[in-house]
């Protein structure tokens, strides 16, 4: 709540601005409570999107009597705005421009120098370390459409940056501030504090503009032109294509204020009149804005957004304890003060404002920039009202009422009111027992009236008849017709506690307590035994599928209930049959997913089940609640916070279409009032009606609206900054040379995002040596070692905290140079002089074989001369051994043919007195007168004449076989 003059629950002075009549006290108090009631993050039947958490707003007119503005207070958050200065990297705090280049980063004017920011690293140009900077006292920024960046300073140069080199072009005229630059179809043209200079050739040159004076103007918009105000205040004057145009605005009801105006991306013109209230110029006409905002004075009209909010300012503090106004006015025209609380402390001013293309907000200040973050988690605590930190319920009725558990007890947001549930004990309080087959009534003494603080609520369901049914330790308590109504637990079993209430379609109710599932019907209290008798511990939460049955998460795996019995649920994972079971979501495709204590996450798509964890990017183990919302986002929480992911990327995951998904973390840097949420029971996690998602957490409510994410998030440029061969820099220019003695080099890179940019991620890969990327998460340098000489192209993407990748990303040559001996010439030289050895081995094997021939060739001169000499002897000798042989042959020829007749004659000789033994012998033989001796002796004298002129007969054959005379006769023989 907020008291005029006075602070907001986040310390922040502010002022309420209400049109031309302030809200009561009460009434916005009345406004707080109810928005809380009815819109946590959002309204039941839907509505404007929430402001960022520790917004202050307050409406345009009076709340009673107009419809087009209304109250809208959430709960809080961080601050909205993060301020950048020296500490991070600034040259100085004065901040007095800000443009985004079309390759994504952010540049920012000072009186120290110029800073180039990419979201996370923040460069730093100088005219020290910048030569052609002339100067470091910087007023004015423009992009133009060459891509070249034109810098304007305080002494009246202009300067500009092109391909990493600054050029100054020296005023022409008397020191005067550059105040803005723009370009039109004559060029480069900027407002000085005395007037519009132009470049001309290499120099700043004032334009003739008689008749007008624009002395003081500060503020500027979109397009070629700009706006500034005439002498007399009466008019604005707007430059474009050299062309002078004025908006006599003299006689509207309230001529502009001050000299700041801005432009819009459909050319209007946005001024304050001296009444506050807001007016534009467009098409030739000016009117007051129909809604009918007054924006507090001095404030002026700064810039208008994407989304149709007009941002204003005052350029300094009016005093030492009157701050400066800064604050927006929203498209339902309510309006928005930021004070200390918010991160903007009012003391040094607005300078520019600049929305880029990640519809981020930057405001230039005397004390560093602001970074207005769209948060979009606030959070309900104990500051709020609640009765303790740690809540662990919530449930909204359909009258709108807001049950809240903490574990001090149940509260309920009706009406404006938050009103704490202390119930006496007396008659009229029933609490349904589920342990017992009939309901028991006991009623209390008379005199037991000390109140009942109900506490250890868990569950809570709203029955068609409106009665709201409460799991609490030791049954449940039922809340009817404004009463509660209550049957007395048997003590025996006054330690049951109720987790998780369930009315299905047929009107049955499943009561999920830490004993097992009991069923509801028609006043009978059933409970399911189990059918393959195991014991059920802690039943968690439970869910009614599409097809009807239903399903319940316990402390020892996930069950279904088949025909009348609590069974495991036909998953077919092992681990989701004994791990702790703590949510239960399913689709409208009718994929169920269930979230675990620390096993992750797990789908279940008819008989197929794939388990989803941390080694596939989900932030954490941990799935205590499972939230949806319109866009397709599973919003999951955890002990380490609550984490956004796609569930189409989940899908993917699970198929095998990608190795991961990425996960957007919430801790308590981004709203929530604690990290470690609340799990373990069905109403972990509540979505409203009008898409709010609310968290249970031990340091409150945390409630995120997805509504104020962006819808069309662009991936972010992504840019090489450069390399360092072993750890030293390398120049490059257009390509990283890697020198034959460098066995490491490293080359940097970055992405520009300022949204969320700690979860931009980046993937790179070295084509020519890698085939598949290199998944590096959020590191912004790639470390390369023993690289093959060759010639390489780096590649790096990079994708945004949504996933979304930059499939252009950034490229450069890597040229990683050969050892000497390794090089073409030198193979070439080597192949040179290998050829020169040849030749030259040639050359003296040549003369040494032609040495060699002809020493060879005189060795077989002489030699033949020695042989011929050898052969003419030999011959010689030859020649008398064959007349020697001829004369014995001669003579054997003679001896023999000497034989051959003695032999001849001699055989004749030899037989015929041989032949007359023979014949006398056979006579001999056949004489009566001789006896056996006489004949045995005559015989042998006939053997042996027959032997001898056998004898005789071979020597005849002989000497015939010798003089060729045999003859051959054929005839038989006995073998």
Same mark, same amino acid.
């Given at each position: 709540? #907020?008291?005029?003059?006075?602070?907001?629950?986040?310390?922040?002075?502010?002022?309420?601005?209400?049109?031309?009549?302030?809200?009561?006290?009460?009434?916005?108090?009345?406004?707080?409570?109810?928005?809380?009631?009815?819109?946590?993050?959002?309204?039941?039947?839907?509505?404007?999107?929430?402001?960022?958490?520790?917004?202050?707003?307050?409406?345009?007119?009076?709340?009673?009597?107009?419809?087009?503005?209304?109250?809208?207070?959430?709960? %809080?958050?961080?601050?909205?705005?993060?301020?950048?200065?020296?500490?991070?990297?600034?040259?100085?705090?004065?901040?007095?421009?800000?443009?985004?280049?079309?390759?994504?980063?952010?540049?920012? !004017?000072?009186?120290?120098?110029?800073?180039?920011?990419?979201?996370?690293?923040?460069?730093?140009?100088?005219? !020290?370390?910048?030569?052609?900077?002339?100067?470091?006292?910087?007023?004015? $920024?423009?992009?133009?459409?060459?891509?070249?960046?034109?810098?304007?300073?305080?002494?009246?140069?202009?300067?500009?940056?092109?391909?990493?080199?600054?050029?100054?072009?020296?005023?022409?005229?008397?020191?005067?501030?550059?105040?803005?630059?723009?370009?039109?179809?004559?060029?480069?043209?900027?407002?000085?504090?005395?007037?519009?200079?132009?470049?001309?050739?290499?120099? @700043?040159?004032?334009?003739?503009?008689?008749?007008?004076?624009?002395?003081?103007? %500060?503020?500027?918009?979109?397009?070629?032109?700009?706006?500034?105000?005439?002498?007399?205040?009466?008019?604005?004057?707007?430059?474009?294509?050299?062309?002078?145009?004025?908006?006599?605005?003299?006689?509207?009801?309230?001529?502009?204020?001050?000299?700041?105006?801005?432009?819009?991306?459909?050319?209007?013109?946005?001024?304050?009149?001296?009444?506050?209230?807001?007016?534009?110029?467009?098409?030739?006409?000016?009117?007051?804005?129909?809604?009918?905002?007054?924006?507090?004075?001095?404030?002026?009209?700064?810039?208008?957004?994407?989304?149709?909010?007009?941002?204003?300012?005052?350029?300094?503090?009016?005093?030492?304890?009157?701050?400066?106004?800064?604050?927006?006015?929203?498209?339902?025209?309510?309006?928005?003060?930021?004070?200390?609380?918010?991160?903007?402390?009012?003391?040094?001013? @607005?300078?520019?404002?600049?929305?880029?293309?990640?519809?981020?907000?930057?405001?230039?200040?005397?004390?560093?920039?602001?970074?207005?973050?769209?948060?979009?988690?606030?959070?309900?605590?104990?500051?709020?009202?609640?009765?303790?930190?740690?809540?662990?319920?919530?449930?909204?009725?359909?009258?709108?009422?807001?049950?809240?558990?903490?574990?001090?007890?149940?509260?309920?947001?009706?009406?404006?009111?938050?009103?704490?549930?202390?119930?006496?004990?007396?008659?009229?309080?029933?609490?349904?027992?589920?342990?017992?087959?009939?309901?028991?009534?006991?009623?209390?003494?008379?005199?037991?009236?000390?109140?009942?603080? $109900?506490?250890?609520?868990?569950?809570?369901?709203?029955?068609?008849?409106?009665?709201?049914?409460?799991?609490?330790?030791?049954?449940?308590? @039922?809340?009817?017709?404004?009463?509660?109504?209550?049957?007395?637990?048997?003590?025996?079993?006054?330690?049951?506690?109720?987790?998780?209430?369930?009315?299905?379609?047929?009107? #049955?109710?499943?009561?999920?307590?830490?004993?097992?599932?009991?069923?509801?019907?028609?006043?009978?209290?059933?409970?399911?035994? !189990?059918?393959?008798?195991?014991?059920?511990?802690?039943?968690?939460?439970?869910?009614?599928?599409?097809?009807?049955?239903?399903?319940?998460?316990?402390?020892?795996?996930?069950?279904?209930?088949?025909?009348?019995?609590?069974?495991?649920?036909?998953?077919?994972?092992?681990?989701?049959?004994?791990?702790?079971?703590?949510?239960?979501?399913?689709?409208?495709?009718?994929?169920?997913?269930?979230?675990?204590?620390?096993?992750?996450?797990?789908?279940?798509?008819?008989?197929?089940?794939?388990?989803?964890?941390?080694?596939?990017?989900?932030?954490?183990?941990?799935?205590?609640?499972?939230?949806?919302?319109?866009?397709?986002?599973?919003?999951?929480?955890?002990?380490?916070?609550?984490?956004?992911?796609?569930?189409?990327?989940?899908?993917?995951?699970?198929?095998?279409?990608?190795?991961?998904?990425?996960?957007?973390?919430?801790?308590?840097?981004?709203?929530?009032?604690?990290?470690?949420?609340?799990?373990?029971?069905?109403?972990?996690?509540?979505?409203?009606?009008?898409?709010?998602?609310?968290?249970?957490?031990?340091?409150?409510?945390?409630?995120?609206?997805?509504?104020?994410?962006?819808?069309?998030?662009?991936?972010?440029?992504?840019?090489?900054?450069?390399?360092?061969?072993?750890?030293?820099?390398?120049?490059?220019?257009?390509?990283?040379? @890697?020198?034959?003695?460098?066995?490491?080099f490293e080359i940097d890179y970055g992405a520009a995002s300022t949204f969320r940019p700690e979860l931009v991620t980046f993937r790179y890969r070295l084509d020519g040596l890698d085939e598949r990327w290199t998944e590096v998460g959020s590191r912004r340098t790639a470390y390369f070692s023993r690289v093959p000489p060759g010639d390489y192209e780096f590649v790096v993407t990079a994708a945004n905290a949504f996933g979304e990748w930059n499939d252009v990303g950034a490229r450069v040559r890597v040229v990683v140079k050969p050892p000497f001996w390794r090089t073409w010439w030198f193979a070439a030289l080597v192949v040179l002089a290998l050829a020169g050895l040849v030749r030259a081995g040639f050359a003296i094997r040549v003369?040494?074989?032609?040495?060699?021939?002809?020493?060879?060739?005189?060795?077989?001169?002489?030699?033949?001369?020695?042989?011929?000499?050898?052969?003419?002897?030999?011959?010689?000798?030859?020649e008398i051994e064959v007349a020697e042989r001829r004369r014995a042959e001669e003579q054997a020829r003679t001896a023999n043919e000497a034989k051959s007749v003695f032999l001849s004659n001699m055989s004749h000789e030899l037989r015929t007195p041989l032949n007359a033994v023979i014949g006398f012998a056979q006579l001999l033989s056949r004489s009566p007168r001789f006896g056996p001796d006489e004949k045995k002796k005559v015989e042998i004298i006939q053997n042996s004449g027959e032997h001898l002129l056998t004898l005789i007969n071979d020597v005849l054959s002989i000497s015939k076989i010798e003089a060729g005379h045999v003859t051959i006769v054929d005839a038989p023989f006995q073998l």
């Amino acid at each position: 709540m #907020t008291q005029p003059g006075g602070k907001n629950r986040n310390g922040a002075r502010s002022t309420r601005c209400s049109g031309r009549r302030e809200p009561s006290a009460s009434l916005l108090v009345a406004s707080i409570l109810l928005t809380v009631a009815s819109g946590l993050g959002g309204s039941p039947g839907g509505g404007p999107a929430a402001a960022s958490p520790g917004e202050s707003r307050v409406a345009a007119g009076s709340y009673a009597t107009t419809a087009k503005s209304r109250v809208r207070v959430e709960g %809080r958050g961080p601050r909205p705005f993060r301020r950048l200065t020296t500490s991070n990297g600034l040259p100085q705090n004065s901040v007095y421009a800000v443009v985004q280049t079309r390759d994504g980063y952010l540049w920012m !004017a000072t009186l120290g120098g110029l800073a180039r920011f990419d979201g996370t690293t923040m460069k730093v140009y100088s005219p !020290a370390t910048s030569p052609g900077l002339g100067s470091s006292r910087l007023t004015a $920024l423009f992009e133009d459409s060459a891509g070249a960046l034109w810098i304007g300073t305080e002494d009246g140069r202009l300067i500009r940056y092109l391909e990493d080199r600054f050029e100054t072009f020296p005023s022409a005229h008397e020191a005067s501030t550059i105040m803005a630059i723009r370009q039109d179809s004559t060029g480069i043209i900027a407002l000085a504090a005395v007037g519009i200079v132009r470049i001309e050739g290499q120099a @700043v040159v004032p334009l003739d503009f008689t008749g007008f004076e624009t002395v003081g103007v %500060r503020a500027f918009g979109y397009g070629a032109g700009f706006v500034a105000r005439s002498a007399d205040s009466r008019k604005l004057v707007t430059l474009a294509d050299g062309e002078l145009r004025v908006i006599d605005v003299f006689g509207l009801t309230g001529t502009p204020a001050g000299a700041f105006a801005c432009q819009d991306r459909d050319g209007a013109v946005w001024f304050r009149a001296q009444s506050g209230t807001l007016w534009l110029w467009q098409n030739g006409e000016a009117r007051e804005d129909p809604l009918g905002v007054v924006v507090p004075a001095p404030a002026l009209p700064r810039l208008r957004d994407r989304q149709g909010r007009v941002w204003f300012g005052s350029w300094e503090a009016s005093s030492s304890v009157q701050p400066a106004i800064f604050g927006r006015v929203d498209s339902d025209g309510s309006v928005i003060r930021y004070g200390a609380g918010d991160g903007f402390d009012g003391s040094g001013g @607005v300078l520019p404002i600049l929305e880029d293309r990640d519809d981020t907000i930057w405001i230039g200040t005397h004390t560093g920039i602001l970074w207005h973050l769209e948060n979009l988690v606030s959070s309900l605590t104990v500051v709020d009202g609640l009765q303790d930190r740690s809540v662990r319920m919530l449930f909204e009725d359909t009258r709108g009422g807001l049950w809240i558990e903490a574990r001090n007890g149940l509260e309920l947001w009706k009406d404006g009111r938050l009103t704490p549930m202390t119930l006496p004990t007396s008659e009229g309080y029933r609490l349904l027992n589920p342990a017992l087959l009939a309901a028991t009534v006991n009623v209390l003494p008379e005199d037991a009236r000390a109140p009942l603080f $109900l506490s250890s609520i868990w569950a809570a369901i709203e029955r068609p008849d409106g009665d709201i049914w409460f799991g609490v330790d030791g049954g449940v308590v @039922v809340f009817s017709n404004g009463r509660f109504t209550l049957d007395r637990l048997n003590h025996s079993i006054s330690d049951l506690q109720v987790n998780a209430l369930l009315e299905d379609r047929s009107g #049955t109710i499943w009561i999920g307590a830490n004993t097992g599932i009991a069923r509801w019907r028609d006043g009978t209290v059933t409970w399911l035994p !189990a059918a393959d008798g195991r014991r059920v511990s802690t039943v968690i939460c439970l869910l009614e599928r599409r097809d009807g049955t239903v399903w319940c998460g316990t402390r020892n795996g996930l069950f279904e209930i088949r025909d009348g019995t609590l069974a495991p649920a036909s998953t077919g994972s092992e681990v989701l049959a004994r791990t702790i079971v703590r949510s239960l979501h399913e689709d409208e495709r009718g994929v169920v997913w269930a979230g675990t204590y620390d096993e992750g996450l797990f789908r279940i798509d008819g008989d197929r089940t794939d388990h989803l964890g941390t080694a596939h990017g989900l932030f954490s183990d941990g799935v205590f609640a499972i939230l949806s919302d319109p866009r397709g986002f599973f919003w999951m929480s955890s002990n380490q916070g609550v984490s956004r992911v796609s569930r189409q990327d989940l899908d993917d995951c699970a198929l095998g279409r990608r190795p991961s998904v990425t996960s957007i973390p919430f801790r308590t840097e981004d709203g929530l009032p604690s990290s470690e949420c609340n799990g373990g029971f069905q109403l972990s996690g509540y979505r409203r009606p009008g898409g709010a998602l609310c968290f249970n957490t031990q340091g409150g409510i945390a409630i995120v609206d997805p509504s104020l994410e962006k819808a069309d998030p662009k991936p972010p440029p992504v840019f090489i900054l450069g390399a360092r061969r072993e750890h030293e820099p390398a120049p490059s220019s257009g390509q990283i040379d @890697v020198p034959p003695d460098v066995l490491s080099f490293e080359i940097d890179y970055g992405a520009a995002s300022t949204f969320r940019p700690e979860l931009v991620t980046f993937r790179y890969r070295l084509d020519g040596l890698d085939e598949r990327w290199t998944e590096v998460g959020s590191r912004r340098t790639a470390y390369f070692s023993r690289v093959p000489p060759g010639d390489y192209e780096f590649v790096v993407t990079a994708a945004n905290a949504f996933g979304e990748w930059n499939d252009v990303g950034a490229r450069v040559r890597v040229v990683v140079k050969p050892p000497f001996w390794r090089t073409w010439w030198f193979a070439a030289l080597v192949v040179l002089a290998l050829a020169g050895l040849v030749r030259a081995g040639f050359a003296i094997r040549v003369a040494r074989v032609r040495r060699t021939f002809l020493e060879d060739q005189q060795r077989r001169e002489r030699t033949a001369a020695e042989l011929e000499e050898r052969v003419r002897d030999r011959t010689r000798e030859l020649e008398i051994e064959v007349a020697e042989r001829r004369r014995a042959e001669e003579q054997a020829r003679t001896a023999n043919e000497a034989k051959s007749v003695f032999l001849s004659n001699m055989s004749h000789e030899l037989r015929t007195p041989l032949n007359a033994v023979i014949g006398f012998a056979q006579l001999l033989s056949r004489s009566p007168r001789f006896g056996p001796d006489e004949k045995k002796k005559v015989e042998i004298i006939q053997n042996s004449g027959e032997h001898l002129l056998t004898l005789i007969n071979d020597v005849l054959s002989i000497s015939k076989i010798e003089a060729g005379h045999v003859t051959i006769v054929d005839a038989p023989f006995q073998l």
